[in-house]
């Protein structure tokens, strides 16, 4: 590869007069610019744009695409993300005519299929969470959880019950407590055991009839199935409170336990993590909530509802909290769920949770001698080791390794979160790699640890940007070229 093309910016390339297109002589009248446009609508310079050839343009962007990490190149085992590798049939599924190039302003009567296709997710999606009712519209996981608190709050107004508090455990994900507080409660955290679960005295301690709802992440993000869940679930309904569900972790326990089956009255899926639509640029993603009966009618409207043997979208919900995105969410990525789902069926996502479990626990056994996994010896989905005693040892940090683990070829686990694992690293292989990869990169883990500390902080060497000065980064931002620089 060309690596000085590629680290150019295109302002850099520019060379006075290069064109990509060459135009032909206007053979229609013209007229100046400025007997068309007012005056103060013109600018008196040209604007400083880059003067290149379609080349030179289409190398730059090319060569920059293949400077990416990502699912298709790469072993990506970021903890908490579920990276799996998003079937290439899905994409081209979502990609037909009949999906893509609808309008949500078409008549309900022209868009009966992908009614359809929603009105079966909806069903899908109910029947994986043990939730009757479904709201495909929340564009993400966090706008979920944001959602399905809304919901919350407008139940208990509705009864007239003045709950102010969410509880949240100190493992949870930021976007709990960011998503309780943006739906107007107020946040207190529950401790965990030092085995990771729920200080159940702690929760006793906490809960009260101030509790609207308990938010609760199972498996956890530590990897662990909370095997107290249905005590847990009792001590917060019978002080009148909701359970919630975080369901990023579905990927573990898909075909194999129900949410609602263990006490959740509430949750989100992310499709983009458990059903396999690409991930990681930023989205588009979806959050699509599942519910308790008493609670569905304060989803959001419009739901998509079934009439004799069409299908419609029912506006008519008095108490709904409203909408709470355009239209009926990211319906491409809800189409690919569609697909990834019905491809595999029931057998094929209880297959899924048992393969993505195996994967993780044959990583743990074959990593922990060299990184040790301070909660335990067995996991679900994913597992939590920790680089304290490399930290003290040697001073080699887990930003230093995380960072070596690009040049070898490999992305690095989610870092320094959860926040209750000292130097965490987080790592979720999924279902979808096989043994191979998953010995390739226990193998380089191995041999990192051993390597001069001197090395591992200057890591990557080998690519073509080592460490940017991270907090310069997200201070000082430099979004706009200007001419001189
Ligand atoms: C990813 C994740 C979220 C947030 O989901 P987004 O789709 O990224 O908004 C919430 N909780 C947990 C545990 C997660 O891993």
Known sequence: MNNTLSTQLLFELSKPGCRAAQLP?????????????????????????????????VRHFTNLSTRNFSVDTHFYPL?????????????????????????????ESTLQGMLALLHQCQHMLAEI?????????????AHGEMTAMLVAAAYFRDRGEKRTT???????????????????????????????????????????????????????????FEPRIGRIART????????????????????????GDFGADLMHFNPHKTFSSPHGGGGPGAGPIAVAERL????????????????????DRPKSIGRVRSFFGNVGVLVRMYCYIRSHGPEGLRRIAEDAVLNANYLLHRVKDFVPVPHGGRCMHEFVASGAKLKSDRGVSTMDVAKRLLDYGFHAPTVYFPLVVREAMMIEPTESESRATLDAFAE????????????????????PISRPDEVQAARKPVLRWKEGD
């Open 166 to 224: 969410v509880l949240i455990p100190d493992s949870a994900h930021g976007t709990n407590p960011a998503s309780a507080a943006m739906a107007g409660f107020t946040v207190a955290t529950v401790k965990s055991t030092p085995e990771g679960f729920v200080n159940l005295d702690d929760l006793t301690a906490k809960v009260n009839e101030q509790t609207a709802v308990f938010m609760i992440t199972n498996p956890n993000t530590l990897g662990l």
């Open 129 to 141: 969470a043990g939730l009757p009712a479904v709201s495909l519209q929340p564009a993400a996981g």
């Open 296 to 315: 569905a009618p304060y989803l959001p409207t419009p739901v998509v509802a079934k009439d004799g043997g069409g299908f419609r979208l029912d506006y």
């Open 79 to 107: 903890g908490s993300c579920t990276m799996k590798y998003n079937p290439k049939r899905n994409e081209r599924l979502a990609a037909l005519p009949g999906m893509a190039d609808l309008h949500p302003y078409q008549p």
């Open 444 to 463: 380089a883990l191995a041999k990192i640890v051993e390597e001069p500390a001197e090395l591992l902080h200057d890591a990557p060497r080998d690519l």
């Open 25 to 57: 002589e206007c053979d229609v009248p013209t007229k100046p610019i400025d007997q068309l446009l007012p005056k103060d609508s013109l600018s008196n310079t040209a604007p400083p744009l880059p003067e290149l050839s379609e080349p030179d343009v």
């Open 236 to 259: 917060v309904h019978e002080a009148g409170g909701l359970v919630y569900l975080d369901g990023a972790n579905m990927n573990a326990i898909l075909g194999v336990a129900r949410p």
